[in-house]
């Protein structure tokens, strides 16, 4: 058995036809029905995962609330189905709201992020109604309480903190450390707890931290939790008002290749959970209500992108390039942050890998690698490989470089498949052109 297919979603095998099945649909079928590239999601991890959070934290502190990070991939359908599993939605801007607002998901479990919000995202996000803004500064603190209370209306708000930790991370994707552009800095956050105390409009119920994104370690949740109640604590002191709600973020990480060891959702469960409660005790204050925000941790495994494979060329290195018809316009993450990413060839799933490629996208730049020296059964055009862990951070930042088409995505469930978004058309492209 291929050890890559632990990677891929829950009901991952190989069938009869040697061909890779995912959630009893056929990879290779699906890829000839709607053409590649191709983001296949299985609605059975998606739901799996959003369960799996929601158990591991509610066990240990029965006052949580799963958020989903929309950064990580949101789409009308994956809206529907955590409106169905009940968990809130992170949005970061208009766009995200507007994806919400067309899944008709409840206003209220929505919280609002953003380190620049702008004056219409943030009437947008009023006449919603949305449950919370996460204020990240003082300029749009004020701003929110203006427009809030010229609307009549009286928004919850929590405010963003720096804790100034190091999430030992890529250095694009840490946020909690000092200097960062998120939030407010620890030697701002009195004056912005003391000035959301006292402004209209805006109702301050607790503060949030992020450090950072695929964390694999406890220890800056733990560092931060640290700061940030010792703040709500001083706040407590001060104002002898209880800041009742915690939000700690997101940033689980999630194995992409085999060689990746990361902790179960158990594991970051019991070490927040436990953190908060000691420190409830030691400082003597109520248990929080706590939110965690999950992006890629609930979508990742759950993505699957399959590709066709053109040309092969071997030049001086010796390299043997094997090039696929998409890359860096679907999945930059290789290019951006040097991600490493596992593949296999879904037509011959139990050939042994007995040669070493690269897998090289179609795009004009050299940096557009998918995946750097991996071994694969021998490759001939018109094979099908597919790349595991997609479901995160690939189609959000996806773009139409080289006027690309972006792809299109099928939901699999119940051994069934649906598109739920077409691939664009060159009309796509030229549409919002004016003569
Ligand atoms: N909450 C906030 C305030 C965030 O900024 C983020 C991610 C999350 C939650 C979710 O984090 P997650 O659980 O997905 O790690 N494009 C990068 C990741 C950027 C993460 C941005 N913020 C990548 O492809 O790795």
Same mark, same amino acid.
């Given at each position: 058995m291929n050890n890559r297919i632990t990677l891929f979603p829950y009901k991952t095998n190989i069938n009869d036809a040697d061909h890779l099945s995912i959630g009893g649909c056929d990879a290779v079928e699906l890829a000839a029905r709607y053409g590649t590239p191709l983001y296949l999601f299985d609605e059975p991890t998606l739901r799996g995962r959003c369960r799996e959070f929601k158990d591991e934290f509610g066990k240990r502190h029965p006052n949580t609330t799963v958020v989903y990070a929309g950064k990580a991939f949101l789409h009308t359908s994956l809206a529907a189905l955590l409106k169905e599993e009940g968990l809130g939605l992170d949005v970061v801007s208009g766009g995200e709201l507007h994806i919400a607002k067309t899944a008709d998901f409840?206003?209220?479990r929505i919280y609002f992020h953003g380190n620049n919000k702008s004056a219409d995202e943030l009437s947008a996000a009023l006449k919603q109604q949305v449950g919370r803004i996460v204020v990240d500064n003082i300029d749009e603190l004020r701003v929110l309480a203006a427009l809030a209370d010229e609307s009549g209306r009286t928004q919850d708000i929590l405010l963003r903190i720096t804790p100034g930790v190091d999430a030992h991370t890529h250095s694009h994707i840490a946020?909690?450390?000092?200097?960062?552009?998120?939030?407010?800095?620890l030697c701002d956050a009195e004056e912005g707890i003391s000035c959301a105390m006292l402004l209209p409009g805006v109702n301050l119920v607790g503060l949030h931290f992020h450090v950072g994104s695929?964390?694999?370690?406890?220890t800056p949740y733990l560092d931060a939790l640290d700061v940030v109640m010792k703040l709500a604590f001083d706040a407590k002191e001060k104002y002898a008002v209880g800041l009742r709600e915690l939000n700690v973020g997101g940033g689980y990480a999630v194995p992409y290749t085999v060689e990746d060891k990361v902790p179960d959702i158990s594991y970051y469960a019991g070490q927040i959970t436990g953190r908060i409660m000691v420190l409830c005790q030691s400082l003597n204050m109520a248990p929080p209500k706590l939110v965690i925000e999950p992006g890629r941790s609930i979508v990742a495994q759950s993505g699957v992108a399959l590709y066709r494979v053109g040309s092969i060329k071997d030049v001086a290195g010796p390299v043997r390039y094997v090039a696929v018809d998409g890359g860096m316009a679907d999945n930059i993450r290789p290019a951006l942050y040097a991600a490493r990413y596992e593949a296999v060839l879904a037509n011959r799933m139990?050939?042994?890998?007995t040669e070493q490629v690269t897998i090289a996208g179609h795009?004009?730049?050299?940096?557009?690698?998918? *995946?750097?020296?991996i071994m694969l059964p021998p490759v001939s055009s018109g094979d099908i490989i597919a790349v595991p *862990?997609?479901?995160?951070?690939c189609l959000p930042m996806a773009s139409n470089y080289n006027a690309a088409l972006r792809p299109p995505i099928v939901m699999l469930s119940d051994d069934s498949d649906r598109l739920v978004r077409r691939r664009e058309t060159y009309q796509d492209i030229t549409r919002c052109d004016m003569p």
């Open positions: 409840p206003p209220e946020t909690g450390g000092v200097g960062s552009k998120f939030g407010f800095a695929l964390i694999d370690e406890a139990n050939e042994e890998n795009f004009c730049e050299s940096g557009d690698i998918l *995946v750097h020296d *862990v997609c479901g995160a951070y």
